[in-house]
T-cell receptor, first 110, second 114 residues
Framework: AQRVTQPEKLLSVFKGAPVELKCNYS??????LFWYVQYSRQRLQLLLR??SRESIKGFTADLNKGETSFHLKKPFAQEEDSAMYYCALVASGGSYIPTFGRGTSLIVHP | GAGVSQSPRYKVAKRGQDVALRCDPI?????LFWYQQALGQGPEFLTY????????KSGLPSDRFFAERPEGSVSTLKIQRTQQEDSAVYLC????????????FGQGTRLTVV
C-alpha cells in the first residue's frame, strides 16, 4: 500500500522568503508524484507533476527516490501563493488511483 | 460543461436520513473517483469507476455507502442512514484516460449530519 506524508500542517513565511513544502512517500514500486493546490474558495487543481519536470508559478519539485521525497520549492514566496497544498502519489502499473497527503497550509505574509 | 460539476454544493441531513450526491464529470473522461475529506485532512479515497465499471470500492467506510455510474458518465454517491461521522466534504474527480494519474476535481459537496 502507498502512503503520502506531509509533516507540516502549517507553514508561515514572509513575502520574498524561500518556501519548501515537504512531502515523503512510501511505495515499493515506481510512483508518479503530483502537487495539487487549493486556493481559497476554489477547487483542488493540479499544480505540477514530476514527470513533466516543469516550473509552474515559480514552483518546482524534484523526485528523490533515495529519500522517497518530492518536496515543493519556490525561491521567493508571493502573497498569492497562500493556499492549501496537497502532495499525491499514483502507483504506476496499478489502479492509478491518486493517494493524497493531509495537506500543508501555506500562509505568505506581506 | 467546462469542468467537473457536483450537486448539491451543501447538504444538511438529519441523522438517519438517506442522501444522494451527484457528480457530472468532464465529458469523455473515462476515470471517475470519489473522495471524502474531513476537516483538516486530505482527500481520502472512497471508490473508482472506469466508464460504468466500479473497479475499486475498497475505501467505502461501510455498507451504508453505495456509488454507481450506470452509463459511464454521471455518478451518484448514496449514503443510507446517515451518521454524524459522515459529515465531510465529498469530492468527485475525473480523469481523461486510464493511467493518466491527473485528476480534475469538482467543487465538492459539504455534507453536515445533525
Amino acid at each position: 500500500a502507498q502512503r503520502v506524508t506531509q509533516p507540516e500542517k502549517l507553514l508561515s513565511v514572509f513575502k520574498g522568503a524561500p518556501v519548501e513544502l515537504k512531502c515523503n512517500y512510501s511505495y515499493s514500486g515506481s510512483p508518479e508524484l503530483f502537487w495539487y493546490v487549493q486556493y481559497s474558495r476554489q477547487r483542488l487543481q493540479l499544480l505540477l507533476r514530476h514527470i513533466s519536470r516543469e516550473s509552474i508559478k515559480g514552483f518546482t519539485a524534484d523526485l528523490n527516490k533515495g529519500e522517497t521525497s518530492f518536496h515543493l520549492k519556490k525561491p521567493f514566496a508571493q502573497e498569492e501563493d497562500s493556499a492549501m497544498y496537497y502532495c499525491a502519489l499514483v502507483a504506476s502499473g496499478g489502479s492509478y488511483i491518486p493517494t493524497f497527503g493531509r495537506g500543508t497550509s501555506l500562509i505568505v505574509h506581506p | 460543461g467546462a469542468g467537473v460539476s457536483q450537486s448539491p454544493r451543501y447538504k444538511v441531513a438529519k441523522r438517519g436520513q438517506d442522501v444522494a450526491l451527484r457528480c457530472d464529470p468532464i465529458s469523455g473522461h473515462v476515470s471517475l473517483f470519489w473522495y471524502q475529506q474531513a476537516l483538516g485532512q486530505g482527500p481520502e479515497f472512497l471508490t473508482y469507476f472506469q466508464n460504468e465499471a466500479q473497479l475499486d470500492k475498497s475505501g467505502l467506510p461501510s455498507d451504508r455507502f453505495f456509488a454507481e455510474r450506470p452509463e459511464g458518465s454521471v455518478s451518484t454517491l448514496k449514503i443510507q442512514r446517515t451518521q454524524q461521522e459522515d459529515s465531510a466534504v465529498y469530492l468527485c474527480a475525473s480523469s481523461p484516460q486510464v493511467g493518466s494519474g491527473r485528476a480534475f476535481f469538482g467543487q465538492g459537496t459539504r455534507l453536515t449530519v445533525v
